[in-house]
Structures are given as structure tokens and as C-alpha cells.
């Protein structure tokens, strides 16, 4: 703080000033990076940035603390500017931390048993599900003590002045993020099913939790699920099939026949490069791959290349034309089909509809339909994920994918854990390190965590091009193989799923694909989120809504939208086979141009991240 004060500036505008100008901050200091991040304009941020840095937990855990401290300085700011608009909000929870306090008491003369509770968990949290939370008088009161005060910051968050949308969601996120870390269910001596156990086992627990934690740190995640519980090939993709075509960039599988007779138009399946193939390949009770050879379906998958350094220069058009256009050459001569179903999963999608209009440009009418599972085509409402991808943090990417050559898969996964980090991250937490425990053996979670690499070039093109600045839609922005990209052309029939929890990709955006194409689109809503929602078997069936009349707009499209029970796969393929030609004998397994060359899962899957 200056020395001297400016004519007519009291000391408190002075540290207004302050405060105001360590909210604008540094553009560099708002990367996801931490240790070359620094803060300097602001000691206070340094401080606490350096002491996570110290904290065993930053080497697992993605939080970010200066932008936490950022937030709060953001809301304690607002509040000395709009003072009477602080103190209606300081007085509501005044009034109900009083009522809570009033029913504690209650509660210990025996006579609140059956008051109803200040403010309760939303159904979704499942954070304070033990019966101690509920039956317990000192952890009900500490429970609806934190919940109180965390919906009365959020509140304070959503009326902070001056913000435009981006950076009002960013406050909410960073803020959640905090409160999230200082639930009192992630703190020994503030949960009651730690000391439950820790009185069971003699504090064991607690031992047993150091080591998990010191083996988490060795191997730089926090383990989510047991790891030896599964692998491809042994348990998971186990769907009979060959690799029948390899190049630097794709394995491509085909699944063998398991009745007498297959449809003559074979499905192609585009999973996403940030993952692998095998979400699409599970377990046999929720394989959509088995499902859909059981039901006479010849289906082939592209199996992606994990990068490495050395693919550095790989394109974006090479996932086109190394990916989904040379596959699309082998589907049709392995099979003899003209035409083939191609199905986009996520960011597999994206690329399907960039495609289909290059497709269309050059009068290629290979692609009979086209399906989107969980894409994004209109980026403009990406939720949560939009705070992390502004100028500073594309940089920062871009310069750790030309210092290592790749973008290593732990970033990726540290980001997507951090839209839902009550279930991905502080779960893990107090079951790993306060109570002791191993994680359960859980075939989604393995997968999530059997991450993959990113290539520089085709990854530093993806997010300019979506998220960034949101080309696809802008007729002719994106320019591929010379080709200017236009999804008005795309004409295909086309079928469309969106998950209602989705965090990832928020159904309302993966709706507007109904908007951008030109042929006629089915669009369907499931259940859960962004990838239960999709590995939905019907033996689960989680519900899927559906809507054939005329709407503006997603809202509209839900209001009016028919609920069924089920899984969506049904419907799918109900719709799928019209599409899919006669019944016809099997195509062999490969041709002579390309015999098979391994059994599934094939060797890239099985390249570590």
C-alpha cells in the first residue's frame, strides 16, 4: 500500500483501489498453471498459491486456490460497494442459522425429533447420506450450518455487479470449487463416519489412509476405482473381432458376426480421441457394441493412435483423412456396401459433422445417416467448461504441448473432474484417505482413468475452432482439405442424443444439431449424464424423453417431450432399421486388401496415457 495518499483519498479508498486492482490480476496469472503463475502484483495470492504448493494434496488434487481467493475477494468487494444488498443477505442467514441453532436445542431436550430442516442437501448430494448427519443433533446442526452459509455465498455470487456472463459463471465455478473443499465431510474430526471408524479400527484407518495417500502421490492421481480389478482384452472389449487396418493414426476393428444374417448397411462408430474405443465396448451386460451385433448388426470402430511426441505435427484433417474417411474406404470394401451408418461419439461427433459437409462438396454420398451421441456442434453454451478455456489458458496448453510434444492425459482428466468434484474428487478423498478404504472395483470409473494423450496441432485447432471462438457454426469459417465447412449441407438422416445431466456437453446445446443440419434430425434425450447416459443398456434403462412436434427451442422441446422407460438404445434402433438395408449373409472377417491383423481390443487401445 502507497506511503502517501492521493488529495481527497481516505485510506479506505485506497484499499478499494487495492482490492480492485488484484481483481484484475494478471491475464497471464489466470492459467491453469500454478508454479509459473506466481501472482506477483499480489502477495497475499503468492502466499497462498506457495503454501498449497506445499501441501501434499496439491500433487493430486486440481484446485486452484488463488482463483478460489479471487472469488471471495470478488463477493466481499461487492459487498462493500452495495452494502444493503450484503446485509439483506447477512441478515437471511442470520435469521436461519438462528432457526437452526433454536431446533439444536430442541433436539437435546428431546422435543425437535420432528422439525423439519432449515435447508436440506439437493437429491443429487451425496455427501451427508450417513444417518449420523440426519439423527445426530451436533453433525444435523453442523451439516445445515455449511449448506446455509454455502447457498448464501453462492446467492451473494450470483448478484455480483459488473460481470459479464463468462465471468459471473467463472466466480460461481471457482466459488463452488471452494466450498466443495471445505465441507465438513472431508475433515476427520467433522465427519462422523470417519470417527465411526476410526473407533472400529483403532485409528487404523487413518494409517492405512497416510499410505493410500502416499501411493496416490507417487503415481499422480487419486486412484477412483481398483485398477486391477479390469483390462481390456481380459474383461473389458471382449466383443469377438479383428483389427483388419492399421495406419500411424488408427486401428480399425471389425466385430464378428453373431447371427445368420447381418444388415447390408454396416455401422462405422467415431469414439473420441480424448478417450478410448472401449466405452463403446464395456462389460457384456452393458457392451453397445455386443448389443448391437446381437441384434444383426456388422459393426466396425476406429481405434485411435495414443499420441506421443513424435506425432506432434498430427493434424486435425488427419483424424479426417487418416481417421474417418480412410475407415469409411475400408468399411465398403471389406463389406461391398456403397453405404455406411456412421455413429459420432462426443468430440467424435464434432468431427462426423465436419466431415459430412467435405463429404458433400465432393459429391461423396457414402454416409447413409448420421448419428451424434453427446456432441457439440454449437459451442456457444458449453456450462462450466467455458471457464476454462480464455486466451491465458489456450497459451499455457499450447506451451506445455510444445514443451512435451502432447498434452498429457492428466490435464484432461483434472479438468473433467472438476465439474463434478463432490463425486470424482472429495469421495475419493474421504474414502481413500479418511476412511482407509480402497476404491470399488467399477468398470466406467476404470475407463475414465485409462486417459489418452492429445497432439498438439489437430488439438490446438480443435479449441480455437469450438469452444474458443466457436467456428463450426459460422458457415465456411472452418476450412478442411480446402474445402470451406458448411453443416447446412449435411442431409443425411440424422439421430441425436443428449443426457440430462450432462456436464460435459449440456443437452440444451447438443439439441441445437436440430437447428444447424439441413436433413431431418430425431432428437432424443436420456438420462444421467455424459457417458452413464450414453452406456445405458436396456437391462438398466434409465428413461429417455422424445418429441417429434415443432419447437423454437430446447425449452420448448422438453415441455412437450413424451417420457419413456427404457433405454434409448431401443429406440435407436428401431429408427436405425429402416436405414440398414436387407438382411444379408455376413461379410467376412477382412478381405484380401485388408485380412485381419490382430484380435480385439487391438494394440493402441492398450497404450497407456
Not at 406 to 430: E, H, K, P, Q, T
Not at 581 to 605: D, H, K, R, W
Request: hydrophobic content about 40%.
Amino acid at each position: 500500500m502507497p506511503d502517501t495518499l492521493s488529495s481527497g483519498q481516505t485510506p479506505f479508498d485506497t484499499w478499494i483501489n487495492l482490492i480492485e486492482n488484484t481483481m484484475k490480476g494478471n491475464p497471464a496469472a489466470q492459467t491453469v498453471n500454478k508454479q509459473d503463475r506466481g501472482d506477483a502484483g499480489d502477495p497475499w495470492t503468492t502466499l497462498i498459491d506457495q503454501l498449497w504448493r506445499a501441501n501434499p494434496y496439491s500433487k493430486l488434487l486440481p484446485i486452484d486456490p488463488v482463483e478460489m481467493t479471487r472469488a471471495l475477494q470478488r463477493i466481499w468487494l461487492d459487498a462493500i460497494n452495495n452494502p444493503v444488498r450484503a446485509w439483506t443477505n447477512y441478515s437471511d442467514f442470520v435469521q436461519g442459522y438462528t432457526q437452526i441453532m433454536a431446533e439444536t436445542t430442541l433436539k437435546f431436550w428431546g422435543r425437535g425429533q420432528d422439525v423439519e430442516p432449515v435447508i436440506s442437501p439437493e437429491k443429487s448430494d451425496k455427501r451427508f447420506s450417513a444417518p449420523d448427519w440426519q439423527q445426530n443433533a451436533v453433525f444435523d446442526a453442523l451439516k445445515q450450518s455449511y449448506l446455509l452459509a454455502a447457498t448464501t455465498l453462492l446467492k451473494s455470487a450470483s448478484e455480483v455487479e459488473g460481470l459479464d456472463e463468462k465471468q459471473q459463471r467463472k466466480l460461481v465455478f471457482y466459488l463452488r470449487q471452494f466450498l466443495d473443499a471445505i465441507s465438513p465431510t472431508n475433515f476427520t474430526f467433522t465427519n462422523p463416519q470417519v470417527i465411526h471408524e476410526i473407533v472400529q479400527t483403532s485409528g487404523q484407518n487413518l494409517v492405512t489412509g497416510m499410505e493410500h495417500l502416499l501411493r496416490d502421490i507417487r503415481a499422480g492421481q487419486v486412484k477412483m476405482t481398483d485398477t486391477d480389478a479390469f483390462a481390456p482384452g481380459r474383461n473389458l472389449a471382449i466383443t469377438p473381432g479383428q483389427v483388419i487396418y492399421r495406419n500411424k493414426l488408427i486401428e480399425l476393428l471389425q466385430y464378428a458376426p453373431a447371427t445368420d444374417k447381418v444388415y447390408a448397411t454396416p455401422l462405422l462408430f467415431i469414439p473420441p480421441w480424448i478417450n478410448k474405443y472401449y466405452i463403446l465396448d464395456m462389460q457384456p451386460r452393458n457392451s453397445l457394441i455386443k448389443f448391437l451385433v446381437d441384434q444383426g448388426y456388422t459393426v466396425f470402430v476406429i481405434s485411435w493412435k495414443n499420441p506421443d511426441a513424435s506425432m506432434a505435427d498430427t493434424s486435425f484433417e488427419d483424424y479426417m483423412t487418416l481417421g474417418l474417411l480412410t475407415a469409411l474406404d475400408v468399411v465398403k470394401e471389406v463389406t461391398g456396401s456403397p453405404k455406411v451408418n456412421v455413429i459420432g461419439y462426443c468430440i467424435g461427433g464434432t468431427l462426423l459433422a465436419m466431415t459430412l459437409p467435405y463429404l458433400a462438396a465432393k459429391g461423396d454420398k457414402t454416409v447413409n445417416s448420421a448419428a451424434f451421441f453427446v456432441s457439440l456442434l454449437d459451442f456457444s453454451e458449453v456450462g462450466d467448461t467455458e471457464v476454462f478455456i480464455d486466451e491465458p489458458q489456450l497459451n499455457y496448453i499450447e506451451g506445455q504441448m510444445m514443451e512435451r510434444g502432447y498434452l498429457d492425459s492428466r490435464s484432461m482428466s483434472a479438468m473433467f473432474n472438476m465439474l463434478r468434484a463432490n463425486d470424482l474428487i472429495w469421495s475419493n478423498v474421504m474414502n481413500n484417505y479418511l476412511l482407509g478404504k480402497e476404491p470399488p472395483a467399477f468398470d466406467l470409473l476404470y475407463w475414465n482413468a485409462d486417459g489418452t494423450r492429445m497432439a498438439p496441432a489437430a488439438h490446438t485447432f480443435y479449441l480455437r475452432n469450438t469452444y474458443y471462438e466457436n467456428n463450426l457454426i459460422k458457415p465456411k469459417k472452418i476450412v478442411l482439405k480446402d474445402v470451406p465447412i458448411d453443416l447446412g449441407r449435411i442431409s443425411q438422416d440424422v439421430y441425436a442424443v443428449g443426457t440430462q445431466q450432462d456436464h460435459i456437453v449440456p443437452w440444451k446445446s447438443a439439441w441445437r444439431i436440430t437447428q444447424l443440419v439441413r436433413g431431418p434430425v430425431r432428437f432424443v434425450l436420456g438420462g444421467s449424464g455424459h457417458i452413464a447416459g450414453v452406456i445405458n443398456p436396456p437391462s438398466k434403462g434409465r428413461g429417455y424423453w422424445t418429441n417429434d412436434k415443432p419447437v423454437a427451442n430446447a425449452d420448448q422441446w422438453f415441455e412437450s417431450a413424451e417420457h419413456h422407460d427404457g433405454s434409448w438404445w431401443t429406440d435407436w434402433l428401431e429408427w436405425l432399421k429402416p436405414r440398414s438395408g436387407e438382411q444379408v449373409a455376413p461379410p467376412s472377417m477382412g478381405c484380401a486388401a485388408y485380412p485381419p491383423l490382430t484380435p480385439a481390443p487391438g494394440t493402441y487401445v492398450l497404450e497407456k496415457g
